[in-house]
């Protein structure tokens, strides 16, 4: 195998993969700012909201965590929130298996940096430049480092922007997460078909929320929409 084909690390890499990272930027932003905003109206100290931003660092879970969240835990309620940021996610995990022939022979503690800044988008960018025969894993990190100091820095514009509004009804910041998630949902539209996850997941969510209590019906409806997609698939 020639040098410029061997995986390898540079700064250039991690400038090249900063730059390649911009076309990100707005959406980060804006799901960015609708979390700040809904964290700081939901009650959660700046604390709290950048620390779901900088550990976390997966919006629809930080979303979804925020309808669980609690001012008294219960292990209940811990678990309840563990599962559905684990359901959610688990998409990474097939992101990051396809990663595993470029990443096998970086060092183990730049790789897991690698994995822990991971998202689509980033993925989208590492694997369109691997495909174009780049090997340069500075590129990888470059944009899931930028793109994570983007996160940050909205998420932290956002909470600001709700703590100061001191009646969030009023100006109707309470519909901030239902309205973010129904224009989410409005370019995933591919047709009835694919659609028939999201029906199923609702549905069952709705049954399951009717009949127990707490936020089991999150994890039930994830679950059952999972398994209708690959059921029709």
């Not at 997966?58 to 965590?65: E, N």
């Not at 959610?88 to 022939?101: D, S």
């Not at 430049?129 to 940050?152: N, P, Q, S």
């Not at 949902?185 to 199923?200: C, R, S, T």
């Amino acid at each position: 195998m020639s040098p410029a084909l061997r995986p390898h690390f540079s700064t250039a890499g991690l400038r090249h993969g900063a730059r390649a990272a911009l076309p990100a930027f707005p959406g980060f932003i804006m799901f960015a700012v609708a979390f700040g905003t809904a964290a700081a109206q939901k009650g959660l100290s700046l604390g709290e909201t950048l620390g779901l931003s900088a550990f976390v660092y997966a919006g629809a879970s930080q979303m979804v965590g925020l309808e669980i969240w609690q001012k008294a835990w219960t292990p209940s309620t811990i678990l309840t929130i563990m599962m559905v940021t684990a359901v959610v996610n688990a998409r990474l995990i097939l992101l990051g298996a396809t990663l595993q022939p470029w990443l096998k022979d970086e060092p183990l503690a730049r790789t897991a940096f690698n994995l822990f800044l991971l998202t689509e988008a980033g993925w989208l960018v590492g694997t369109r430049y691997h495909g174009e025969g780049g090997r340069d894993v500075g590129v990888l990190l470059g944009c899931g480092i930028i793109l994570w100091l983007v996160w940050l820095v909205a998420t932290l514009t956002g909470f600001f922007a709700g703590a100061l509004v001191p009646e969030p009804r009023r100006f109707g910041l309470d519909l901030v997460m239902p309205i973010f998630f129904g224009v989410m949902l409005v370019p995933l539209w591919k047709g009835a078909k694919p659609a028939l996850p999201w029906l199923v997941a609702g549905i069952v969510s709705l049954i399951v929320h009717a009949l127990v209590p707490g936020y089991v019906f999150i994890i039930a409806g994830a679950l059952a929409g999972v398994a209708a997609g690959m059921l029709i698939e």
